[in-house]
């Protein structure tokens, strides 16, 4: 069969030239309605199929101006259109169109389309009344007009099962993209779940270890040592119930922030009060290492709306990592100030300071960086994940700054109660 294409998408049209020709057809490719008049005033085709949306002349006039010529009325036109309304086929009709195939369409079926529209055009040309479908001839004497309004309540029928359908595959689409996410999430909680516990039993193990060992030696042989042993050994198993008294309640702390029960009973709170209550439960940790601490709150500083329990929590928190990770004889800065419609607390050491590629591994549970206790003090992770869910529940945020070799700054922006 010898076609003509009409179509303006360079990708569509060879798409379909090179389907047409391999199928043993003959084609002819225009870009537009004036070029594909152009090659039939050249030589005629068996068929036209045409792209109804195109710049300048549409499908539909394209369809039209061919009817209307004599010399091409008996060629049939099918045109490729999504047919997102009625008024598409409507138009399509109006235009004299022998048919239409939706995008996207197998080859196949556009080619059966073609047959059944040459085979009709033949039949009206015999002055007989029917029509031909899948290689049969049927006849009919049907009103045109029923014809017609028979044709449109099918097809707007199909319309609308073809919205429906695609509306349920959307909506399924959906569902099983949420699925997918509910899924990705469940397995990253259960590796956090896993090694949350791993993290847990090995940081348990080591002072649970200690404290089995003296024991063991003040059972079998307190009786042999001297005071002064004795008395060496009991303070490690101390320090050792110290820290696990520590991680479990860290452990407790950060399982009832995560499962919603953070409960903040707040009222007008003064930092620098705060402050000076977290100061007086590190003081102790301070003097050991010969760290002094220096205190600068401005006067004027205005009150907070917050938990005094829970924020005291916090700076004991900073306070005592900043200790931690101090050297001895240094210095360590707790100071406030407003600025901006906010009130910003800045906890500042003189330590060894923390890489800046390692930075974003501080607010992660049992997340651990390089930097080393300068006193050989136990850390378990979780002090600066508790920080930040408290702070969160203050919409404060916290940053951090740090030197490599001069130590870090924790700057917390609080904002300030409404009027």
């Not at 940081?203 to 003040?218: A, K, W």
């Not at 401005?298 to 050297?327: F, M, V, W």
Request: contains cysteine.
């Amino acid at each position: 069969m010898d076609i003509l294409v009409v179509e303006d998408s360079k990708t569509q049209q060879t798409l379909l030239v090179r389907a047409l020709t391999t199928r043993g057809h003959q084609v002819r490719a225009a870009d537009d309605g004036p070029a594909a008049l152009a090659l039939l005033a050249e030589r005629e085709s068996e068929a036209v199929v045409s792209d109804v949306l195109m710049p300048g002349m549409s499908g539909f006039e394209l369809c039209r101006t061919i009817k209307a010529d004599a010399r091409w009325k008996r060629i049939p036109v099918l045109l490729l259109t999504v047919l997102s309304d009625p008024n598409d086929i409507i138009q399509a009709l109006m235009a004299g169109a022998d048919s239409f195939v939706t995008k996207p369409f197998r080859i196949s079926f556009l080619l059966e389309q073609l047959d059944m529209a040459r085979h009709n055009l033949a039949m009206q040309s015999a002055g007989e009344t029917g029509f031909h479908y899948r290689g049969d001839t049927y006849s009919s004497e049907a009103d045109p007009h029923v014809a017609i309004s028979l044709l449109l309540a099918s097809y707007q029928n199909a319309l609308q099962k073809s919205r429906e359908l695609e509306e349920t595959n959307a909506q399924l689409l959906r569902a099983r993209s949420e699925l997918e996410n509910r899924n990705t999430e469940l397995e990253r909680l259960n590796r956090e779940k896993t090694h949350f516990i791993g993290m847990a039993a090995h940081d348990l193990r080591s002072p649970l270890m200690v404290i089995q060992g003296f024991s063991t030696i003040l059972r079998e042989e307190g009786d042999r040592l001297e005071a002064g042993q004795r008395t060496g050994f009991l303070e490690r198993i101390e320090r050792s119930s110290g820290v696990m008294v520590g991680l479990i309640n860290d452990l407790l702390d950060i399982s009832a922030i995560e499962s919603g029960q953070l409960r903040l009973e707040k009222s007008a709170v003064s930092l620098e009060q705060i402050a000076r209550e977290a100061l007086q439960l590190n003081q102790m940790r301070a003097d050991r290492k010969n760290i002094a601490i220096a205190l600068k709150f401005p006067p004027d500083l205005p009150q907070l709306q917050g938990d005094a329990r829970k924020l005291e929590q916090a700076l004991d928190n900073l306070i005592s990592n900043a200790i931690k990770y101090s050297t001895p004889g240094a210095t360590v800065t707790i100071g406030a100030r407003e600025e901006s419609g906010r009130v910003l607390l800045e906890v500042a050491d003189q330590g060894s300071g923390i890489p800046a590629e390692e930075l974003d591994r501080l607010f992660k549970p049992f997340s651990r960086t390089s930097a080393r206790a300068t006193g050989g003090e136990k850390s378990v992770g979780l002090g600066l994940v508790i920080v930040k869910r408290i702070l969160d529940g203050h919409d404060a945020t916290i940053s951090v700054q740090s030197d490599v070799g001069h130590g870090s700054r924790f700057l917390v922006s609080f904002p300030l109660p409404q009027a």
